[in-house]
């Protein structure tokens, strides 16, 4: 209720595409989403990315409505999602993809129609068109590419200002992938369409979007701008260091991400603070190695709480612990 | 050929066969595009029962005409009829099989429409996660749900109204003249389950009570158990208060009883009918004997053996032990106008836990997260 966004009554195009504050939902005894304080502004392409069960969709869902937080608050330009002007305003594309199995493609596209205002039955065809599915096809009958195609029919469609989807792509075939993730791209730049995508494939995130937000356990662990966080990362690789228990003392001054040994070879990624040891093979790390990186290693807030007996941390997570009491020094 | 030239023109970038018809819109129109098969073939159902009732009924309604029966049915021989109750027993062999069935299904029908047609249509979008992909559109969920729940239930006011009207006359005609227990008098189960307004509010109740539980068990099997279950208690509960605006009356008639019979009086009686002065048709509640103290014995059964002298035998040891105090006949009974109160009664019911039910529906929609 104290929500900035619902104190002032701002102009909704000021207004963040998506905004949480911390924001949680409890399923029973666990949480699937906790203190997620997130602020997506206007016109932004975000990866959401995670392992399974990280609260990506759940933080989907509670920002299309489907939802209600257990605390905290989501708003979509800053009103409240289950808002008939907030309804208007976005498109959600569920992971499962529901569609009316009995609808035909053309009854389906009909439905977005008769449901949706400002609906553009051009776009929505022509997705359509280019998977080659007949409009008189029964939905129950296509294969899963071709529901996730109408299903992005629908939603692109809609021609929301703020697009979710949930792991959009992994059922359609690589031509496909490509065609239609080249379909969003335009349409975000024409329209200036704020999209927020989950994905698994972390490859096919890069070049795609300029924010990516890391959840673990149902935390965020990092949201940032790309382009940061290629420019504030770098990916040495050197020989191992002396002391097996601590990390390389020439790397000790910056942060360090993740630590792993190979033999006697050790590769880090680190947000360097200063000037990196020249005996160490420095390189620019792409987006999938940053995120990988972050999504093996836990949140340091959640170290704590994990407790000390906790060994699935590893060693490597525990130095990284070790290091940045030291910079905080 | 000018709408569709129309359409033409207005669509140049191309064909666009969905765009012609446009009977409903928005909520409206997928509320009915997603119950359009079960519509059809509930249609086709009524369609069949109502042509079954008219050709069923209009031949018994002939022979009724042409052999004169139109007085004498298998409840009441009145003195006219002796001669004619062959042809009334001929009619009922005949048919009472198929008036059975018929009464059977008419009772049936609306607890089976709310199971399989109104208890799958809301559990089947929680079932397949389509309730996901209605509610992230541009409509509120209340719309989206009275868009889901009205389209239906105005069809299933139209379609039972038809049926009503329908199996209200066939109800007439087939009252009292066939072996079928239910269909004896107008307040005998099949006859008042299957006629009047009350099959308008059966079929109303059965939808909202199949989408309530659907929206509450989001399961399509569990919903159809739970609602076929859940309407049959519904149903004997709106049944059980039918008569709540209608009171029993009673009507009294001088009598006198028999005291202990002497020996030579036994061979000399013959069992009757009380003469309870009862209207016509109407239903008996109660009857039993008044003492001029104002107690009352009542009785079993109306058939006594009746003396010569004009009294009448007691039955029980109560009445025997009373009998020179008895002074009249008591009988409490509902006439046979009591049967349009009690068709409005059980109408009124049904629809007052429809709108309920619609209300718990509308309350529920808003909370499910």
């Known amino acids: 209720m104290n929500h900035p966004a619902q104190q002032q009554d701002r102009p909704t195009g000021a207004a963040p595409a998506l905004e949480a504050v911390g924001l949680g939902l409890q399923y029973r005894r666990r949480w699937a989403l906790r203190d997620c304080d997130l602020r997506l502004p206007s016109g932004r392409v975000c990866a959401l990315v995670g392992p399974n069960g990280a609260g990506k969709s759940t933080l989907m869902a509670l920002a299309a409505g489907l939802l209600a937080p257990t605390e905290g608050s989501v708003t979509v330009f800053g009103n409240g999602p289950r808002e008939a002007g907030s309804l208007r305003r976005m498109a959600y594309l569920r992971q499962d993809k529901p569609l009316y199995p009995r609808f035909t493609v053309a009854e389906t596209l009909r439905a977005g129609r008769e449901l949706n205002p400002g609906w553009d039955q051009a776009i929505a065809e022509r997705i359509v068109r280019l998977g080659d599915l007949p409009l008189d096809a029964k939905v129950g009958t296509l294969t899963a590419g071709q529901r996730t195609r109408v299903a992005f029919a629908l939603v692109l469609g809609k021609r929301p200002d703020l697009l979710m989807l949930d792991e959009p792509l992994a059922d359609v075939d690589p031509v496909a992938r490509q065609e239609l993730t080249g379909i969003l791209m335009a349409e975000a730049a024409e329209h200036g369409t704020t999209i927020l995508i989950s994905s698994h494939v972390l490859a096919e995130l890069d070049g795609v979007c300029d924010h990516v937000t890391v959840l673990r356990n149902g935390r965020i662990r990092l949201s940032s701008d790309v382009e940061d966080l290629l420019d504030d990362h770098r990916l040495v690789v050197g020989a191992a260091a002396v002391d097996s228990d601590g990390a390389p003392p020439e790397l000790a001054h910056h942060e360090i991400v993740e630590l792993r040994r190979t033999g006697r070879q050790t590769t880090a990624l680190l947000k360097p603070s200063g000037a990196i040891d020249p005996r160490w093979d420095t390189s620019r790390p792409n987006l999938e190695d940053i995120l990988i990186a972050y999504l093996r290693t836990p949140d340091p807030q959640d170290r704590p709480a994990a407790g000390a007996g906790a060994q699935t941390a590893g060693r490597a997570t525990e130095l990284t612990t070790g290091r940045e009491e030291v910079t905080a020094r | 050929m000018t709408t569709a030239l129309a359409s033409e023109v207005s669509t140049p970038t191309g064909p666009q066969p969905s765009r012609q018809r446009r009977i409903l819109r928005g909520a409206a129109w997928l509320g009915l595009r997603q119950e359009r098969t079960p519509l059809l073939i509930s249609g086709a159902v009524l ?231 009862t209207p016509f048709e109407s239903e008996p509640v109660g009857h039993g004997l008044l003492t001029g103290d104002g107690l009352r014995i009542p009785l079993q059964s109306n058939w006594l053996n009746h003396l010569t002298d004009g009294t009448w035998q007691c039955p029980t040891p109560e009445c025997l032990s009373h009998h020179d105090t008895i002074v009249q006949l008591y009988a409490r009974y509902r006439p046979a106008g009591d049967e349009w109160i009690m068709h409005w009664t059980q109408t009124g019911l049904s629809l007052a836990a429809t709108v309920m039910l619609l209300g718990l529906c509308a309350w529920r929609v808003r909370r499910i997260r």
């Open chain 2, 47 to 277: 369609v069949l029962l109502c042509g079954w009732m008219l050709v069923l009924g209009s031949r018994i309604q002939d022979v009724v005409e042409s052999e004169h029966i139109q007085g004498c049915n298998l409840v009441y021989f009145p003195q006219q009829c002796e001669n004619l109750t062959g042809a009334a027993i001929a009619l009922n062999d005949r048919w009472s099989i198929a008036v059975a069935a018929t009464g059977w299904l008419l009772a049936v029908l609306p607890v089976a429409f709310g199971a399989f047609f109104a208890a799958p249509m809301l559990a089947r979008e929680f079932e397949t996660g389509t309730y996901g992909l209605a509610w992230t559109q541009s409509v509120s969920r209340q719309r989206w749900l009275a868009a889901r729940l009205g389209v239906p239930l105005l069809i299933t006011l139209v379609g039972s109204s038809v049926l009503a009207v329908v199996s209200t006359w066939w109800t007439g005609v087939v009252e009292g003249r066939f072996a079928v227990p239910g269909y004896y008098h107008w307040f005998t189960w099949m006859s008042r389950a299957a006629s009047g307004p009350s099959v308008v509010g059966f079929f109303l109740l059965s939808v909202a009570l199949g989408a309530t539980v659907g929206l509450l068990v989001r399961r399509v099997v569990a919903s159809i158990l739970v609602t076929a279950v859940a309407t049959l208690a519904l149903r004997f509960a709106v049944d059980q208060a039918r008569y709540l605006f209608a009171p029993t009356r009673e009507v009294f008639t001088p009598i006198a009883m028999a005291g202990p019979l002497p020996d030579d009086m036994k061979n000399a009686v013959l069992t009757q009918q009380l003469p309870t002065n």
